[in-house]
C-alpha cells in the first residue's frame, strides 16, 4: 500500500514539472470553426486548452481563434487568416520583453498585455508590407490577398 501512495505522489510531482516547464507563449481560449496550428511542416487541429509555442504558425478556415499570451495580451483570428509567433520574451525581472508576430493574412485583432506596458518598443507586428510598433492598447489588421 505504501508503495502505491509513494508512486502516485512521484507520478503527481513528475506532472507537474512536466507542465510547470512548458515553454509555450500562448493558450488557445476560443475556438470556433477549425484552426490549425502548424509546427515544424506538420499541420494539427487546434483544441481549446492547447499551448502555441514560438515559431508556431497558427491558420484559420472557416473560424476564428482566440489566443491569451503569458503577458495577458490576446489576439484574436478571423476566417481564413495565418499568422507565425517569431519571438516572444517574458522575463520582466531580467528585463527581457519580446513580442514578434508576422501576420500573413487574413483579420486580427490585438490587445496589448503586460510587454506592451512595460516596453512598447518590443511589441512588433509584421505584415508583407509594414511593420507596425505598438503604442496603444488595440488594434485591427487586415491583410489582403495570398
Do not use: C, W
Not at 48 to 64: H, L
Not at 98 to 116: C, D, E, F, R
Not at 129 to 146: I, S, W, Y
Amino acid at each position: 500500500m505504501r508503495f502505491l501512495i509513494l508512486s502516485l505522489v512521484l507520478a503527481l510531482l513528475v506532472a507537474r514539472g512536466a507542465a510547470a516547464q512548458d515553454d509555450g507563449v500562448a493558450l488557445v481560449k476560443i475556438l470556433e470553426g477549425s484552426a490549425f496550428t502548424v509546427q515544424s511542416g506538420a499541420r494539427q487541429a487546434l483544441t481549446v486548452g492547447q499551448s502555441i509555442y514560438q515559431k508556431d504558425i497558427v491558420e484559420t478556415a472557416s473560424g476564428s481563434v482566440g489566443l491569451t499570451f503569458k503577458d495577458g495580451s490576446r489576439i484574436s483570428l478571423g476566417p481564413n487568416s495565418r499568422i507565425e509567433f517569431k519571438a516572444f520574451e517574458y522575463e520582466p525581472k531580467d528585463n527581457r520583453l519580446a513580442y514578434l508576430v508576422h501576420m500573413i493574412k487574413g483579420t486580427m485583432q490585438y490587445v496589448s498585455g503586460i510587454i506592451a506596458k512595460l516596453a512598447p518598443d518590443a511589441v512588433q507586428i509584421e505584415t508583407p508590407v509594414a511593420t507596425v510598433v505598438v503604442r496603444g492598447t488595440k488594434m485591427l489588421v487586415k491583410v489582403e490577398g495570398d
